[in-house]
């Protein structure tokens, strides 16, 4: 389960600073060491035989927008 309630985009649009938590998920911004929120560690198969572990983070402004 990930701290995101909105769906993430999908791992073949998001760049590689994206997909290993570098930048946020959503809007991406440079994210800071302890600037982000973990996502979660997510498994990617992109064909068969084939799987990629990869760790979203999100900016804490991305998060809050989507709070009630």
Known sequence: MTAA???????GVLSG???????CVFC???????GGVSLGWLRHRPSPGV????APRACR????????
């Open 5 to 11: 309630a909105r769906p993430l985009p999908g791992y």
């Open 17 to 23: 600073l994206q997909r290993y938590g570098l930048d």
């Open 28 to 34: 991406g911004v440079q994210l800071t060491p302890g």
């Open 51 to 54: 799987r990629v572990v990869w």
């Open 61 to 68: 402004g991305c998060l809050a927008e989507e709070s009630p």
